[in-house]
């Protein structure tokens, strides 16, 4: 878990947001990392990031 947010954030920057991200905008507002309850430390525990996106026009 301590490297898996950072991980994912690298992943979409550098992988996703260059080719598909590229038919969207971020619309202004906050990105999130959610946490879901539970134990952080379980194989099974599942948290994310949100990033408010639109569609470029």
Excluded: F, T
Aim: with cysteine; charged share 25%.
């Amino acid at each position: 878990m301590p490297n898996s947010l950072q991980s994912l954030n690298d992943r979409v920057w550098k992988e996703w947001y260059p080719g598909e991200g590229q038919k969207y905008q971020r619309n202004g507002n906050a990105m999130l990392e959610v946490y879901a309850a539970g134990d952080m430390q379980s194989p099974d525990y599942e948290c994310g990031i949100w990033i408010p996106l639109q569609e470029k026009v």
